[in-house]
């Protein structure tokens, strides 16, 4: 490990896998949680069997784009399990970062309770724009997209300063 960030991958696409894999090739730990039904590589990231284990020790939890479908349960599309909301923000604490996409009042809500900060990635234009423009190859049996391994780890950057 080249880096001494940790970061929690937790639930999403693969948008969110490619992230991952470009963060951890890039030196950082990673730890992703919320993928149970992809089978291919997750490459250097550590593939968590709890999402305590994917918090735990992190500076910064990723969720994904959107975050959530029905304000309830994490957006997560390549797992069985619903991964409720309230059980991600009961274990993060007040010194870990949270990054995700198109938060919205539930988000905010659970978050000013415990103090926690929220980034939303998904209100930095560039990452709008590009997102809509189909910027991916095939790559290691997954769809890496440019914009979604960037997108994460700029804003993570920019904003964490």
């Known amino acids: ?73 994490l957006n997560t599309p390549m797992s069985q399990n619903e991964i409720h909301l309230e059980d991600i923000f009961s274990v993060i604490n007040e010194n870990q970062i949270i990054a995700g996409g198109k938060f919205d009042s539930a988000a905010e809500r659970m978050a000013l309770e415990k103090n926690l900060k929220l980034i939303d990635y998904y209100k930095r234009e560039d990452l709008t724009v590009l997102n809509a423009i189909p910027t991916g190859s095939f790559e290691g049996g997954y769809r890496r997209n440019t914009v979604g391994k960037m997108g994460h780890f700029e804003a993570l950057q920019k904003y964490s300063n």
């Open 1 to 73: 490990m080249i880096n001494d960030i940790k970061i929690g991958v937790i639930g999403g696409d693969l948008r969110q896998l490619a992230a991952a894999d470009k963060l951890a090739e890039d030196g950082y730990e990673v730890a992703v949680y919320g993928f149970d039904e992809y089978t291919g590589s997750f490459g250097m990231a550590t593939r968590c069997l709890s999402i305590e284990d994917a918090v735990r020790k992190t500076d910064f939890i990723v969720l994904p784009l959107p975050y959530s479908i029905d304000k309830i349960h």
